[in-house]
């Protein structure tokens, strides 16, 4: 039985066809508006409650709720109905509250730098299950507002599209969050990010580059093979011409790799052109990756070379790498748990 959040406003209306509309819409507010359970709207009669509920269940089944950063970072596993386990992140800052959703169970896109990556693909998540991450966020983050959402977690959000768009949509339409708070991520799947382009949605898109030359850029991310980098700056080009939203460029520092006085420069060619803002990531630790991030001093000394470029450039503030929950170590404490990683290294 698929939960709520699979049904658009018209579907739902459709299936309480026999309910007066108000009642209809009661409900609706109360999922979407005031995030509360269908047996908590206690303003609808006890029975239509009780159908509801029994209709339409939880997608999501909390396996794991780990807490860090004095509380301000949390991270769930949710495993799903056929066993599937994904991973959701909720991260507090002083003026947003954002949440890190999962687009697919595992990832077939074996970037060696990421736990998800190397645990492997394993379905599409549909819409209703992308929301239900957004909605039981929003829920924790209670009294304060989820504000941002972020396409960041497990998976290659662009590899299941019509999912991810209809998702977005879904967000601004229902849950009222402003566009420019929903950041798509990608690793270049360079025709979906020119349909993207097209969709009119002023939503963020943020391309995780980590390398600006082919050779390493290979290593890193196996579909620069198929989308190399000249391909990528043309997609990144009609992101520009057809679009509102600056490009983001994400860059996890790696100690040796791509954190040299040459990837500087390659990467100030690339971002600079495109009027594109960089973040800098200092790479988190992955279990069978045998680099590490780059020194604190290190990511310094790369900021301040891309600034004297006049690249656009900041410093993400890394959350949640005590309980796994940073970038690309989702599905550390899951899948990979139950497999043996292969040991790659660049
Ligand atoms: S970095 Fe993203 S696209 Fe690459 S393997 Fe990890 S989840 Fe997939």
């Not at 109905?81 to 507090?92: A, F, K, N, P």
């Not at 043309?234 to 520092?253: G, K, Q």
Request: hydrophobic share 40%; proline share 4%; glycine share 6%.
């Amino acid at each position: 039985m698929p939960s709520l959040f699979e049904l658009t406003k018209e579907q739902f209306v459709e299936h309480l066809v026999d309910e007066p509309r108000f009642r209809v819409d009661q409900i609706w507010h109360g999922v979407w508006g005031e995030l509360d359970d269908v047996q908590s709207i206690t303003t609808i009669p006890k029975i239509l409650r009780a159908r509801l509920s029994e209709q339409f269940p939880s997608s999501l089944r909390v396996v794991e709720d780990v807490q860090s950063d004095h509380g301000t970072t949390r991270k769930w596993v949710f495993a799903l109905h056929d066993g599937s386990t994904i991973e959701t992140v909720l991260m507090g800052y002083r003026d947003r509250v954002t949440v890190c959703v999962s687009s697919q169970a595992g990832c077939a896109m074996g970037c060696t730098f990421c736990a998800t990556g190397q645990a492997g693909f394993t379905r599409q998540l549909s819409v209703g299950e992308i929301l239900e991450q957004v909605i039981f966020a929003a829920r924790a983050a209670r009294p304060r507002r989820l504000t941002n959402v972020v396409f960041m977690g497990m998976g290659e959000p662009l590899a299941n599209y019509p999912v991810t768009v209809g998702a977005v949509r879904r967000l601004h339409e229902y849950l009222g969050l402003s566009a420019r708070h929903l950041t798509v991520s990608t690793v270049g799947v360079a025709p979906a990010i020119e349909r993207l382009a097209r969709e009119g949605l002023a939503i963020t898109l943020a391309l995780s580059l980590h390398a600006a030359n082919d050779e390493t850029r290979n290593e890193l991310i196996p579909l620069n093979r198929r989308y190399p980098l000249s391909r990528l700056r043309e997609a990144c080009e009609v992101w520009n011409s057809t679009t509102s939203r600056r490009l983001s460029l994400e860059w996890a520092l790696i100690d040796g790799v791509n954190d040299t006085d040459k990837a500087v420069e390659e990467l100030a060619d690339f971002a600079y052109p495109l009027h594109a803002h960089v973040n800098l990531i200092p790479l988190n630790p992955t279990p069978g990756f045998l680099v590490r991030g780059s020194s604190s001093h290190r990511v310094n000394e790369f900021r301040d070379a891309l600034v004297r470029a006049g690249v656009n450039v900041t410093v993400r503030n890394t959350r949640g790498r005590s309980i796994d929950a940073a970038c690309g170590q989702l599905a550390n404490v899951t899948n990979a748990k139950r497999r043996s990683l292969p040991v790659r290294s660049i």
